[in-house]
């Protein structure tokens, strides 16, 4: 099994910036990529920011420019720098890896517990 922690939300008012952290632990031989997705009031989760294994990014065009995810080597641990931040971005943000458990090519797909990110306006 493998267990994200997720830390860093928080209240904001719009224009200001928060740093979100997760770290993965468990089984893992290997990550291939970590995400970050968002659930607002009323809306179906969407995929915010995701980091690949060669140091790839992609954003949601309703982030690019404001926000930023950041890896370490192994991408066991993963921070999303958000600035700018604008009402819409209230969410409960959820950290999602994806990887090998094991030589054998078992895979693993994890979540975090997410965490509460409101900005006022």
């Known amino acids: 099994q493998v267990q994200l922690v997720e830390s860093g939300g928080g209240l904001v008012q719009a224009g200001g910036s928060l740093t979100l952290s997760c770290t993965a632990s468990g089984r893992i031989f290997s990550i291939n990529a970590m995400n970050w997705y968002r659930q607002g009031p009323g809306k179906q989760r969407e995929l915010v920011a995701i980091?690949?294994?060669?140091?790839?990014?992609n954003y949601a065009d309703s982030v690019k420019g404001r926000f930023t995810i950041s890896g370490d080597n192994n991408l066991k641990t993963v921070t999303l720098q958000m600035n700018s931040l604008k009402s819409e971005d209230t969410a409960v943000y959820y950290c999602?890896?994806?990887?090998?458990?094991?030589?054998?090519?078992?895979?693993?797909?994890?979540w975090g517990q997410g965490t509460q990110v409101t900005v006022s306006s």
């Open positions: 980091i690949t294994s060669d140091g790839s990014t």
């Open positions: 999602n890896v994806r990887g090998y458990s094991g030589i054998n090519g078992q895979t693993f797909d994890s």
